[in-house]
């Protein structure tokens, strides 16, 4: 029975999303601010590579904010102010996911004026996020080569519903015995335009080529 | 608006899942088997702890089953039955954890005469799982070296509820540049009594300890 309601429910809390997600888009378009949506798992790599990014924008004299979403805590927003971003941090509580309501709440606490890139980080999974946008021009997902060799074949909703995929960690890739072609191969076969990228953030590597394909 | 809604919905859920989970619980004992709840990120390392536990299990005699929970696939259904462990797959579509319910129909596949120690593998994240018992004896949470230091602040509430914390990959904590004494130092804060194990599971390593914890 359960079932039936939670679907019901959850079509109007979709279209609800969605319309607040729009006012968002909008909202950051007026004041200049280009915005990303970085989801994936827990540990993939998601804030070392929003700090990577951070780094070689603000070499180009661009300004970076990020809001950092998190079920509890308040470790990411510390790494984002420590790397001299603009932050907010967002604690969903019990919600595995970011929703456009809590972002524009995020919003009203950003000097949006003092940003041009605007890093939006999920709550760490591959499952909630996929059906709540958030205002942001483009999604990333990011998976990491330690998560093993069957990421995107148990989470295909979720890259399907990507417009870059990242694999992070290709470091560990021969530590881990795994093969970033299979994670490359499996992508291409739930999304076969999709823009796939190699990374080792950690050490900086990969980057460059990422932030082209987000038009950066 | 939708807030208030999805609470209330959720109270009469987590009430019939309590229910079921009951249910689950009795029809287990009633057949003589034991039956622990993994929960932890995707590739914290879940199936392969339960493949090592099977390992040992079997080799004292024992008969061992495993419930592979995903949201897509059957990778680890595949793994379990490879290893001669008697499986079921749950697929959760967009569910993002097991519930009672679901487990209940998986329990209806499996031959429970012919199992001593199920395994129930609960979808990957450490967010959605927690509100949901199954029907289990004990809940093992699962983490890994290689998901960065911060993980057990940031979700507090899983290693609250859960009976035996294990973290994984201990082997490359180093190269991670993750120190586990210090995921240890934070479940002991959010949870003083917790059995806390080290494991790397791959090269079998803690197992026997974790079992003992299991009462197996």
């Known amino acids: 029975m359960h079932k039936t309601v939670t679907v019901d429910m959850g079509e109007s809390v979709l279209e609800h999303n969605r319309a607040l997600a729009r006012a968002n888009r909008e909202h950051l378009k007026e004041h200049g601010v280009r915005a990303f949506d970085f989801l994936g798992a827990v540990g993939s790599g998601k804030t ?6 951070a780094d070689v924008l603000k070499a180009q004299g661009l300004q970076v904010g ?17 790397k001299g971003i603009r932050a907010a941090n967002v604690n969903t509580g019990k919600e595995c996911h970011l929703d456009a309501h809590l972002v524009e709440h995020a919003l009203e606490e ?5 940003i041009d890139v605007l890093f939006i980080e999920n709550v760490g999974n591959l499952v909630c996020p996929a059906d709540f946008p ?4 483009r999604r990333v997902v ?8 069957d990421m995107v074949r ?38 076969p335009d999709a823009k796939i990228f190699l990374t080792d953030a950690r050490h900086g590597k990969g980057i460059k080529e990422l ?6």
């Open 48 to 53: 070392m590579l929003i700090e990577r990014l």
């Open 66 to 82: 990020a809001i950092a979403g998190d079920v509890a805590g308040d470790d990411d927003y510390r790494r984002f102010r420590k």
């Open 110 to 114: 950003l000097d949006l004026m003092k």
């Open 134 to 137: 958030l205002g942001a021009e």
């Open 142 to 149: 990011v998976i990491s080569t330690t998560e093993g060799d």
């Open 154 to 191: 148990k989470h295909p909703v979720i890259f399907r519903l990507s417009d870059i995929i990242v694999i992070n960690k290709v470091d560990l890739a021969k530590i881990m015995e795994v093969d970033p072609k299979g994670l490359v191969r499996d992508a291409k076969t739930v999304r």
């Open 211 to 216: 932030m082209k394909a987000m038009g950066l």
